[in-house]
C-alpha cells in the first residue's frame, strides 16, 4: 500500500469552500490527482467562478449527497476534503461511515472552516465530529477545538493545526510604477441591507474624489445572477448607479483572483472579509472598518486584538494601519509550512493499519432528532441509505429547485450580455 496518497478528491458546496477545499488539496497532497464533486445546490460554483478561484480539477462532476455513498471512485480516493456545510458533513460521515464500513480501505476523510470562526463554534464543530482530521486554522482555534472535543468526548488528536490554504504571495513592496491602491474586499452579506451598502459605496467614492492620485477598486465576488456561500441581496454592481454624485474615474469595479488583485494592492479596507487575512500575511496595510460598529453580526469583533480597526474619516485622513504580530501569529498568519502536521497526520492514519469506521459525535442514540433531521434534508435515512427520490426533498421542491436553478441561469447570462459591458465602462479590469 503505497504511504502517500495518490487522489485526492475535494467535495464543495460553492467557490468560497471549492477554493478553500482545493488549496487544503494541494497544501496536503501536492503531487496527485485532484478531482472536484460539487454538491447540486443554488451555489454549485460557475465556470468563471472556477477560473477566478485559479485552481483547476483534473476531473470534475456535480452530485447529490445521497449519490456518493454507493458511489466508487469517491470511495477509493486516498483523501476526500470534505468542503461543506457542518450540517452536510454530519450526515454524509454518518452515510459514509455505515456504507463503508465492510470496505478493506477507505479514504481518509478531512474537514475544517473556510475562514475564521467567530459565532457558533460548538454548533459547527460538533456536526465536524467524526471526521479522521479536522483542521484548526490557527493555534487559537486549535486550542479551542481540542478543549471541546475533549468535553464531550471526541479524540481531541482529530483536531489538527495548521492555516488558512490560500495564505501567500509576496511580502508587500510599495511600487512607484503604479498609483497608490486602496481595494475594498466586497462581502455578500456583510453589511446587509441596501441603505448600508450604497453608503459604504458613497465613502469608497468619496474617498476616490478626495485622492484623485489613488485608485480605489472594489473587488467583486459574483455577476448578478451567480450564487457564492452567502445569498448577495444589493450587489455593488446595481447600486453604483445610484451614486448621490457620478461615479470617479478612479473608482473601479473589479474580479478576478484575489491574490492577483493584492499583489497591486497598498491598502486593504473591509468589514470583515478573511481577504483581511490574506492581506495582513503580505504585511499589507489593512483596514477592518468600524462604520456600521465592531459587532458579532458583522463579524468584525475578530479583529479586536489586531490593531487594524478603522474608520472611513480615518482612511481619508490617511490611515495606514499594520497588523498586531502577536495577534497575527496567534491567528497562524505568516507560519512556515503550515500542513505539516496535516501531512504528518494522514500518514500516521495509514501507517496505523486499517481505519476504524467514521463514527460522527451524533448518533441516532445522543441526539436522534437532529440527526434525523439533516440526514432527511440531505437525502438519507436513518441507516445512511438514500431516501426514495434521492434527495429527500420531494418532486415539488426538486421542481421547483430546478425552475430557481434555471432562473439563476438565465440571470447570468445577462449579466454577461448587458452588466457586464456597463460594468467596462466603468473600468472594470
Known sequence: MPSTPRRVV????????????????????????????????????????????????????????????????????????????????????????????????????????????????????????????????????????????????????????????FLGGDPYVPSPDRPFTLTFAVQPSVPRSRGERLTLLERAAAHARRHPERLVLMKLRSLPGEHTTHVEANPYQELIGDLAEPSPHNLQLVYGNMGEVLDRTDLLVTVSSTAALESMHRNIPTAILTDFGVREALGNHYFVESGCLASWDELDAGALPRVDPAWAAAQGIGKSDPYAATRARIAALRAAGPLPQLRPYYSPQRAGIYLGGLLERNGFDEKGRPLPGGTGDGTLKSAVRGVTRRGAKRLYRMGYQRVAPALRRWGQT
Open 10 to 165: 475535494v467535495l464543495a458546496d460553492s467557490d468560497t469552500r471549492w477554493k478553500w477545499g482545493a488549496s487544503v488539496a494541494r497544501q496536503i497532497a501536492p503531487e496527485h490527482t485532484l478531482d472536484a464533486y460539487f454538491l447540486r445546490t443554488r451555489a454549485t460554483p460557475t465556470e468563471r467562478q472556477l477560473a477566478e478561484v485559479g485552481i483547476r480539477p483534473d476531473s470534475q462532476r456535480e452530485v447529490t449527497p445521497a449519490e456518493l455513498v454507493d458511489d466508487e471512485e469517491f470511495a477509493s480516493a486516498d483523501i476526500v476534503v470534505l468542503a461543506i456545510i457542518g450540517g452536510t458533513a454530519l450526515a454524509l460521515v454518518h452515510s459514509l461511515g455505515l456504507a463503508w464500513q465492510a470496505r478493506a480501505t477507505r479514504p481518509v476523510t478531512v474537514t475544517g472552516y473556510v475562514g475564521v470562526v467567530y459565532e457558533k463554534m460548538v454548533d459547527g464543530l460538533l456536526t465536524r465530529a467524526g471526521a479522521d482530521v479536522v483542521l484548526a486554522n490557527s493555534a487559537y482555534d486549535n486550542d479551542r477545538f481540542r478543549d471541546v472535543f475533549a468535553n464531550v468526548g471526541v479524540d481531541p488528536d482529530t483536531v489538527v493545526e495548521c492555516a488558512l490554504p
